[in-house]
């Protein structure tokens, strides 16, 4: 029994090496990223229809955040090599300035790319996708300064290269469910303007002029 299950273990690794390796890497970072965008929108989606049950499911809008992802995917996978290749090493010092180099430089350009491209597949245009960027930037930088630090510090010092992007997507399952909750919130706008002088039922008293009253 403990010979076959080794040869089937044996069969999975090579069965799966080959996607982590050479030309077939960029493949599954593509995949894993548009994958795992998808699945949180889905997580979210659940979340809104328990909330309300007569809202129907958008597929659409998991097919526009799916391709958001797999169109992040060739970034991480050569932003992460190049962070590899000038910053080498695991030491401490190496693995922080990795990852403030991380905060500063790609979490707002994969955010901008994120409200940017939903923006224009929904229609709206890349300047209505710059207007909610701007209107949404702090809330979800702060938000990224709150989880991801502690997970690339993680990823720098423990994890082989090949497995950066994958990881990453892995952890933004959570992540990308607070985008998706983000990005299609509904905004409340609360009406301060009052009711219509014009259009109110309450009547108004009779004014007498003023020679009357003299």
Not at 29 to 36: A, E, L, P, Y
Not at 86 to 98: D, E, I, L, M, Q
Not at 119 to 128: H, L, N
Not at 149 to 159: D, E, K, R, S, V
Request: proline share 5%; with cysteine.
């Amino acid at each position: 029994m403990i010979p076959r299950s080794k040869d089937l273990l044996v069969r999975i690794s090579f069965c799966w090496k080959p996607l982590f390796s050479g030309r077939y890497l960029i493949v599954t970072n593509i995949i894993s990223s548009g994958g795992m965008l998808a699945l949180g929108d889905c997580i979210q989606q659940g979340r809104e229809k328990h909330r309300t049950p007569e809202k129907s499911w958008e597929w659409q809008r998991t097919g526009r955040m799916s391709a958001v992802g797999c169109s992040m995917g060739p970034f991480l996978h050569y932003w992460y090599q190049w962070l590899d290749k000038a910053y080498s090493g695991r030491v401490v010092k190496t693995v922080a300035k990795k990852v403030l180099i991380d905060q500063l430089v790609a979490s707002p350009v994969l955010g901008a790319w994120y409200f940017i491209g939903m923006g224009i597949m929904e229609g709206r245009g890349w300047f209505r996708g710059c207007i909610e960027f701007k209107e949404k930037f702090w809330e979800f930088y702060k938000a990224d300064w709150c989880v991801w630090p502690t997970a690339q510090m993680i990823n720098f010092y423990f994890l082989p290269a090949k497995f950066r992007v994958l990881y990453v997507n892995t952890v933004t399952l959570g992540w990308d469910t607070y985008l998706s909750y983000l990005k299609h919130r509904e905004n409340q706008q609360v009406d301060i303007s009052g009711p219509d002088v014009q259009e109110s039922s309450v009547p108004l008293p009779d004014v007498k002029p003023l020679d009357d009253k003299l």
